[in-house]
């Protein structure tokens, strides 16, 4: 042996080799706890339940998706009704599908399912009827507001409609006059044949039917003149009242008349007050 070399017994070489052993066997079944732990933790993400609020007596107070699930064929066919009698008008005005193109289709289908715009506001005309089985849809006098459960849902339907028929979908159809005879042949093909939303789902249980929320019609009118002073480029971001808008609109009739645009200002008042 090299003098300078130290002996080592067999039986602590054997100790430290299974000591070393012990603590790897340690640190991988630590690491497979953790790992456990963390599998766990992904796996016990919450599961997010579908509120459904009832009434004494298992009435349901349905949600805005909840509802919607049962709107679809009405929804639809309403929509598409709408949507052929502005279509309609546009090529009139236009001189025909060819003149027309379909631009001026996409651009009011951009806005049909506004309830705050002049093309939208059908869906705060409409009133769901009904508590359980298919339910009606009743067009009323007045405007809503927009902010009830059923005209939410309306919303909801009218945008997955024409998210599964696509726009440039239906500007074909009105460009190549598909379907264009009369408003039910256009709306039952579209919500029947292109798309399948019709027929009508009948809801199984029982929900509660809210009343239609009559709104202040003279805040509703006085909202949709301000928007569409803004959209001319004449109003500020304020709401006016009447008298400040009868005001507004009498000094910009002078400025029209004075323009020699007074007769297409006063058709596109109007417009507004129909």
Request: glycine share 8%; proline share 5%; hydrophobic share 30%.
């Amino acid at each position: 042996k090299p003098p300078c070399a130290v002996h080592t017994p067999p039986w602590r070489s054997i100790h430290r080799r299974g000591h070393g052993h012990r603590m790897r066997r340690s640190h991988l079944a630590l690491a497979l706890a953790l790992l456990l732990v963390a599998a766990c933790l992904v796996d016990a993400k919450p599961k997010t339940k579908k509120k459904k609020t009832t009434t004494e007596g298992g009435v349901a107070k349905l949600s805005t998706r909840e509802l919607a699930k049962y709107l679809g064929c009405q929804g639809c066919l309403v929509l598409t009704t709408t949507i052929f009698h502005q279509a309609k008008k546009l090529v009139d005005e236009g001189g025909g599908r060819k003149k027309t193109g379909e631009q001026p289709i996409l651009e009011m289908l951009d806005d049909v399912c506004e309830p705050d715009s002049e093309l939208g506001e059908w869906l705060t005309k409409i009133d769901v009827v009904g508590d359980t089985g298919e339910f009606k849809l009743d067009i009323m006098s007045d405007y809503s507001e927009c902010k009830d459960t059923e005209c939410k849902a309306l919303v909801k339907v009218c945008e997955d409609v024409k998210t599964e028929i696509g726009d440039d979908v239906i500007a074909e159809k009105v460009y190549r006059g598909h379907y264009m005879s009369t408003p039910e042949a256009f709306s039952q093909a579209m919500c029947g044949k292109v798309s399948k939303f019709c027929p009508s789902k009948p809801y199984p249980g029982k929900r509660i039917d809210e009343p239609f929320p009559h709104a202040d019609q003279e805040k509703i009118k006085a909202q949709r003149m301000q928007k569409m002073l803004k959209a001319q480029g004449m109003g500020g971001a304020q709401l006016y009242d009447r008298e400040q808008i009868q005001e507004e609109m009498e000094e910009m009739e002078e400025k029209m008349d004075a323009a020699g645009m007074g007769d297409e200002w006063r058709k596109m008042k109007a417009l507004g007050d129909e």
